[in-house]
């Protein structure tokens, strides 16, 4: 059965309110994916241990001065000068310590790191509004207890909408597949684009529908540290990653309900 929804001052007020949801997607998005590239990052180790050897050798210099021209009636108590050696030994001490906990944390990262490129080729799916569009496909999934109006609004990185959609869920986990064509027909390259999914009440109130993306990994990289997911020209944190599965067994997971890239559901 399918079902369409029917123009009204409802829904284009629903679809205006993804089309927003989308654009801010695309701005939080687009921060995010500068951060994740984002190679600035402080050696703080290196630093305290570098500022640490500068003082050490001021104060080494600054004893050897006192020592040669302290007064011979009342020369300064060797408990005194011993005492700052030992207290600089043991911060050097400390800061070798963290530099070397520094290392190791490095080497398990990417001990971590080459065990997640066997992820390659699997299917994920991720709670992010990022979708990856690749070899012209993409496709969301969200749970609906009840038929609801549902407005979908996909944006460029820029911001820009190039695709909208407006249909009828069903009970049960629903799957809107997008081709890659935009709203005019023309089919878009792959990439990354932003989603936003809304749904309102009877009395007309818009609220998020929460989702989930699958793509393809074609990637897994690293920055400090943070675990990312590539999705073709998606970067998915880790974290939001909820599965994975190998490609050849996705198309085995079934659905309550499977929408093409139009304005409706169908069982």
Known sequence: MTTTVATSSTSTSLLSSAVNASQSAASVNAAANTAASSTTATDTSTSALSSLTSNFNTFLTLLTTQLKN???????????????????????QQVDTNTNLKTLISLTQDGQQSTDM????????????????????????????????????VTDSNGNVVKTAELTSTVGTNTWTWNGTSDSGAQLSDGS????????DTSGNTSDVPFTVTGTV???????????VNMGDSTIDMSD????????????????????????TSS
């Open 118 to 153: 066997s992820l390659v080729g699997k299917t994920a799916v991720a709670t992010t509004s990022e979708l990856p569009l690749q070899n012209g496909s993409s496709s969301v999934s969200f749970n609906a207890t009840t038929e609801e109006p549902i407005a979908i609004a």
């Open 218 to 228: 074609t990637g897994v990289t690293r920055n400090g540290s943070s675990i990312y």
């Open 241 to 264: 990653v909820n599965s994975f599965s190998d490609s050849s067994n996705s198309s085995t997971t079934s659905t309550s309900s499977t929408s093409s890239d139009s304005s409706s």
């Open 70 to 92: 302290q007064d011979p009636s009342s020369p300064m108590s060797s408990d005194t000068f011993t005492s700052e050696l030992a207290q600089f030994a043991s911060v050097e």
């Open 193 to 200: 684009y932003n989603i936003a999914v809304q749904t309102a």
